[in-house]
């Protein structure tokens, strides 16, 4: 299956071992987009580095970018204003709210809703109206900096989130009208590629495909930054570990991200948006890490300096290349429409996993 196959959004082979319209056996083939990113971080600079990490999960990309900048302001003991961090938090959450939007829209496409991409984009564009107006982009963001951000929120922001906040309210429980209550929509997930606790944790699942299996893996939760400590939210969890779970996971993660924004846009502290750094940029000798929670996951940025203006070393630890490497563990024995179902519910970027 692939790598050119419309179900795995991007180019990611699948090789099948199949008895009939059986899986016996998955063997995921990767390398097709491969950049050495991790390579070329060992001669850029630090400002340079952020923009990378926005061409792996694109979908994610504010949230990867300000898990430089925060390893880049943990090593220089940086402390970024109250602002900074309230602002962070709902353009993470307005970002984690997109990326769901687009997952659920394709999804219910892949199994053969085409009026769910429609609706999901819809209700997309608003933020990315958002963003545009915010950055100047609209699908690979660059906002954040180490220090701060690039530049202060526009002065439509909080209303335009507001009334994309008060829209969306409206909006989302068309999602279960339209798709979670669908009886052939159930049948094709319930029961289907069920990932036990002990699987998520051994193949190191995060995010909400490893939240459906009851995997306590929240990183705002688990090691708070930005403003997450500030704000009431809950951590969704499901035990069942089926394709319907992690459906209703996101689902539910979208109701929480709207919570947490109510709570800040309304309270974005008074103060400076960017801290004073140097233009070139030299961490201590040493060797850094920082994790955040993005659309799929654990997203981790591990840093081994030596006191120049370029890391020795960075490693990112991104939660899609786990999350793909347990495919065959559940899907053995599901038909090939079902291996469908399931890669959905993954909510696989392939950026993401080849860097």
């Known amino acids: ?12 082979r699948l090789v099948l071992t199949i008895d009939g319209e059986t899986v016996n056996k998955i063997e995921p083939h990767i390398g097709y987009i491969h950049r050495s990113i991790e390579k070329m971080c060992e001669k850029d600079s630090y400002r340079q580095i952020v923009h990378l990490t926005d061409r792996m999960d694109y979908l994610s990309c504010h949230i990867n970018n300000a898990a430089v900048c925060l390893t880049v302001e943990k090593a220089l003991e940086i402390e970024v204003s109250d602002r900074v961090k309230v602002i962070r938090t709902i353009i993470d959450e307005l970002t984690r709210l997109a990326s769901h939007q687009l997952w659920w829209g394709v999804m219910g496409m892949d199994l053969g809703a085409i009026t769910t991409f429609l609706y999901g984009f819809r209700d997309r564009e608003m933020i990315t109206d958002i963003f545009e107006e915010t950055c100047g982009a609209r699908l690979t963001m660059n906002y954040n900096q180490p220090g701060g951000l690039m530049y202060d929120i526009h002065p439509n922001f909080q209303k335009r989130t507001k009334e994309f906040v008060a ?20 049948e094709r997930t319930k029961g289907i590629g069920v990932m036990t606790k002990e699987d998520a944790i051994a193949f190191g699942v995060t995010g909400p495909a490893g939240r459906a299996s009851g995997f306590e893996c929240d990183i705002r939760k688990r090691i708070p930054y930005h403003a997450y400590d500030k704000v009431e939210f809950n951590e969704v969890l499901f035990t069942e570990g089926d394709s319907f779970s992690r459906y209703k996971a996101r689902i539910q993660e979208m109701w929480e991200s709207l919570s947490i924004i109510e709570q800040l846009i309304d309270n974005i502290p008074e103060g400076e948006f960017q801290e004073k750094t140097n233009a070139v940029i030299k961490l201590p000798k040493g060797e850094f890490y920082q994790r955040v929670e993005t659309a799929r996951g654990d997203f981790g940025v591990y ?11 960075l490693k990112f630890r991104s939660p ?9 563990k559940i899907a053995r024995g599901s038909k090939i429409a079902d291996l469908v179902a399931i890669m959905s519910t993954l909510d696989l970027v392939m950026p993401d996993i080849d860097r």
Do not use: A
């Open 1 to 12: 299956m692939g790598p050119q196959h419309p179900s795995t959004h991007g180019v990611l």
């Open 320 to 328: 899609g290349f786990s999350n793909l490497f347990v495919l065959d």
């Open 303 to 313: 840093v081994v300096s030596d006191g120049k203006k370029s890391p020795y070393r």
């Open 167 to 186: 829209h969306f309210k409206k909006k989302l429980p068309e999602y279960d009208q339209l798709l979670t209550g669908n009886v052939i929509f159930q």
